[in-house]
Nanobody
Framework: QVQLVESGGGLVQSGGFLRLSCAVS????????MGWYRQAPGAQRELVAT???????NYADSVKGRFAISRDNAKNTLYLQMTNLKPEDTAVYYC??????????WGQGTQVTVSS
C-alpha cells in the first residue's frame, strides 16, 4: 500500500520561501513519476510540478522559475522548493502521481499560506 505524507507548509510573507517534503512508502520515487498538486479554497486541484522516473521536470506556468521539484532516492522523499512566494500560492499542497499515471490515496496535504 502506497502512503504519502506531506509536510513543511506554514505561514510566510510574500517573497518568502518554503520547502515541502513528501515521504513516500510503498513505491520507489527513483523510478516512478511523481508530482506536486495544490488546491486553493473553492478551486480545483492543480498540478504544479512533475518529475519523471528519469528525472525530467515540468512546471505549471504559474510557478515556473520559482518552484523546483526534486527527490532524494535514499530517503524515498519528494521535495518542492518554493521561492518568491505570492499570496496566490496559498493552498493545500499534495504529492501524488501525475495525471495519466496510476493515482495513489491522497495524503492529508500541507497548508501553505502566503501573506501580502
Amino acid at each position: 500500500q502506497v502512503q504519502l505524507v506531506e509536510s513543511g507548509g506554514g505561514l510566510v510573507q510574500s517573497g518568502g520561501f518554503l520547502r515541502l517534503s513528501c515521504a513516500v512508502s510503498g513505491i520507489m520515487v527513483s523510478i516512478n513519476a511523481m508530482g506536486w498538486y495544490r488546491q486553493a479554497p473553492g478551486a480545483q486541484r492543480e498540478l504544479v510540478a512533475t518529475i519523471t522516473g528519469g528525472g525530467s521536470t515540468n512546471y505549471a506556468d504559474s510557478v515556473k522559475g520559482r518552484f523546483a521539484i526534486s527527490r532524494d532516492n535514499a530517503k524515498n522523499t519528494l521535495y518542492l522548493q518554493m521561492t518568491n512566494l505570492k499570496p496566490e500560492d496559498t493552498a493545500v499542497y499534495y504529492c501524488n502521481a501525475p495525471y495519466g499515471f496510476q493515482s495513489y490515496d491522497w495524503g492529508q496535504g500541507t497548508q501553505v499560506t502566503v501573506s501580502s
